[in-house]
Nanobody
Framework: QVQLVESGGGLVQPGGSLRLSCAASGFTFSRYIMRWYRQAPGKERELVATITKTGDSTNYADSVQGRFTISRDNAKNTVYLQMNSLKPEDTAVYYC?????????WGQGTQVTVSS
């Protein structure tokens, strides 16, 4: 059974940091490009960060460039999103996504709230 389980969300003050994790099971993790998306209330789901199968290349949305870092550990079947200098506009549900050709899987999401 394919599973993507996100964790690490929560409430943080502006300027703070959080580290999200997404644990994968039920498929060959190392074959999949991994992405983090987010969706704020009333807005469309937005691509935040992408990492290649081996982790040798990453890409970020302009809104998070320089503040967020995506990484992966293929031995642990886990992808991470380190979020620093958080802003209120980063408040959203964060989802991890796995894609390999036409196969695509989603996690259930983890809430991140940035507020004082």
């Amino acid at each position: 059974q394919v599973q993507l389980v996100e964790s690490g969300g929560g409430l943080v003050q502006p300027g703070g940091s959080l580290r999200l994790s997404c644990a994968a099971s039920g498929f060959t993790f190392s074959r999949y490009i991994m992405r983090w998306y987010r969706q704020a209330p009333g807005k469309e789901r937005e691509l935040v960060a992408t990492i290649t199968k081996t982790g040798d290349s990453t890409n970020y949305a302009d809104s998070v460039q320089g503040r967020f870092t995506i990484s992966r550990d293929n031995a642990k079947n886990t992808v991470y999103l380190q979020m620093n200098s958080l802003k209120p506009e980063d408040t959203a549900v964060y989802y991890c996504n796995a894609r390999y050709f036409t196969n695509a899987y989603w996690g259930q999401g983890t809430q991140v709230t940035v507020s004082s």
